[in-house]
């Protein structure tokens, strides 16, 4: 409601758009009432009708490959001299944990691609684009581990070898995963530290350590990769004190 109010659309989807996007411009093109078509929001009168959003439950077959053509793909080039193109790509969607501060963009639930078609849809763009590297832009890339390795391995295999880089959490991982992870090409990848204070991690619900947290930067470190790290401020009971701490916790981690 919130969207419709302030900005200048005709209907938004409120959940995954595969489903219903194409009957819903369909729709709206030939000026169809909308009541029928579930998964959206539109304007009613002086109001809005808001309905459940839809879910995907097969990536494979209901995420078509983007129409890249439709793209002109030197915006997405970094303002650097070398001009880098950098793709993303979604491997999964959803996260299952349950942080309190996050609204996940798809969801608690999880659903992922095979590898095979992961790794097609890679090969499509980068055959096409030949970009420098590319963002796996998963909530949470290493959910399912044997689909992490399966996807290196298969990774290597195609020949590809452009560099890469993933988001995840602190006790999803450990030092033999990143290795493989590093092995395969990953050279980077972003943790969501959030806070250096264990009353703050409790807070917010996170089900990590401090402990944990200076130990998945350090194994990262230790295999050759990057470390990125998301912190999140102004939790209700943050004070000085906590904001300290976590200073504390990324001066020790060395970030």
């Keep these: 409601e919130i969207f419709l109010k302030y900005i200048d659309a005709d209907a938004v989807c409120t959940g995954c758009g595969e489903p ?47 129409p890249y053509d439709l793209l002109n793909m030197d915006r997405y080039r970094r303002d650097d001299k070398k001009r880098t193109l950098e793709l993303a790509f979604n491997s999964s969607r959803g996260c299952p944990f349950n942080c309190a501060f996050c609204s996940p963009g798809f969801g608690r639930g999880y659903i992922k691609h095979s590898v095979d078609n992961f790794i097609e849809r890679v090969a499509f763009a980068v055959e096409k684009y030949s970009p420098d590297l590319f963002r796996i832009t998963d909530e949470l890339f290493t959910a399912n581990n044997k689909w992490v390795i399966e996807f290196c391995e298969k990774y290597r295999q195609s020949g590809m070898g452009l560099p890469w880089m993933v988001a995840s959490r602190v006790n999803t991982v450990d030092k033999e995963l990143l290795s493989v992870m590093k092995d395969a090409g990953c050279y980077q990848i972003g943790y969501g530290i959030e806070s250096g204070s264990p009353v703050i991690l409790k807070e917010i619900n996170k089900k990590v350590t401090v402990e944990q947290n200076l130990r998945a930067m350090q194994i990262t470190k230790e295999v050759g990769m990057e470390v990125g790290v998301c912190i999140l401020l102004g939790a209700p009971s943050e004070t000085e004190e906590t904001i300290e701490e976590t200073k504390s916790m990324l001066i020790e981690a060395d970030i």
């Design 20 to 66: 219903v996007v194409n009957e819903l411009v369909d729709g709206l093109l030939h000026k169809r009432p909308l009541d029928n078509l579930g998964g959206i929001a539109y304007r009613e009168g002086n109001g809005f009708v808001v309905k459940p959003g839809l879910r995907v439950n097969d990536m494979d077959k209901e995420v078509p490959i983007p």
